[in-house]
């Protein structure tokens, strides 16, 4: 069967080592639709048929696309979940509640387990898989992590997403100092300054660990509602870069809709960049105003 110029050129797109397929998918439909040419119009009507979001079964022409993309995944474990199927994210923890960390602000798993659920609601992985035309590689996967203190043992200054729990904490003014001076011993950030009974936190240096207020006898230092410190778009590799700040201090609904704009920013894409570098033509600023 013929194929004008366009219809053409879309086949090209396909992988080579399906092309013979998808032609065939595309020419059976074309004579089903009574079509004795094929056009664009042809290929994207296969397309719905056969790719298509639909609860219609995946053709094996698509399985075999996918199957194709995965091969080189598929040597890792870490991308597939115990019945094999695919997942395309690696949310790392700290082991903070787990060893009864004195450092813990939150429980990290609480946050990484929803994280997990807000991308499977997503469709994430399946999602990366429509997106990527050749093979899945590991950079396309997203990385996340979540740590329970600023102390970050999951590194999530590295990762495309990460969360650090944060305490603020605040003098209260009605409480009066005893000068123990057990703040200043504690806090490692030198934030603290404790003068004539009164006391004084520098807010530069202040890393919001929360451990001045859990030391402090009297409370004249406490502590504001916990938070999470969520940054974005840190990599290692060839040109390693530290996340920069989106949200200093978010509570967790935030923080999940932070994820969904950045879950879209990197399924919207055009290209296959890394996510640091659609970050930066996006511009911080203005994925800020989208949360
Ligand atoms: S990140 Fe903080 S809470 Fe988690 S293990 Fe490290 S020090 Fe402990
Ligand atoms: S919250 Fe932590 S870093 Fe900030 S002043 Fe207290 S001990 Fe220091
Ligand atoms: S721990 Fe509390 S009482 Fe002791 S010096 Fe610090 S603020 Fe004052």
Request: overall charge positive; glycine content about 4%.
């Amino acid at each position: 069967m013929e194929w004008d110029k366009s219809a053409s050129l879309l086949l090209e797109k396909v992988p080579p080592f399906v092309q013979k397929i998808v032609r065939e998918k595309v020419e059976t439909l074309a004579r089903e639709r009574g079509k004795t040419l094929v056009t664009e119009a042809e290929v994207v009507a296969a397309k719905d048929r056969f790719m298509g979001k639909s609860n219609m079964q995946a053709t094996p022409a698509k399985k075999l696309i996918d199957n194709e993309k995965l091969s080189t995944l598929r040597k890792y474990p870490k991308y597939f979940d115990k019945d094999g199927n695919p997942v395309f994210y690696q949310v790392k923890t700290c082991r903070g509640a787990e060893i009864n960390c004195p450092f813990l602000i939150t429980d990290s798993g609480i946050l990484a387990d929803k994280i997990r659920k807000r991308l499977e609601e997503l469709n994430f992985t399946e999602k990366l898989i429509d997106k990527i035309e050749g093979q899945i590689l590991p950079h396309h996967t997203m990385k996340l992590a979540v740590s329970g203190c600023p102390n970050s043992c999951s590194m999530p200054q590295i990762k495309d997403f990460g969360v650090h729990a944060v305490e603020s904490v605040y003098v209260d003014p009605d409480c009066e100092c005893i000068e123990c001076m057990k703040c200043v011993e504690t806090c490692r950030e030198d934030a603290i300054t404790v003068k004539n009974g009164q006391v004084s936190i520098d807010k530069e240096k202040c890393v919001h660990c929360g451990l001045c207020a859990k030391v402090c006898p009297v409370g004249s230092i406490k502590a504001e509602e916990k938070k999470y410190r969520v940054m974005i778009g840190g990599k290692v590799g060839r040109h390693p870069k530290f996340a920069l700040d989106l949200l200093p201090q978010a509570d967790e609904s935030m923080t999940l809709k932070a994820l969904d704009v950045c879950v879209d920013i990197i399924l919207s894409s055009k290209t296959e960049h890394r996510f640091r570098t659609l970050i930066e033509q996006e511009e911080i600023d203005k994925i800020k105003k989208r949360i």
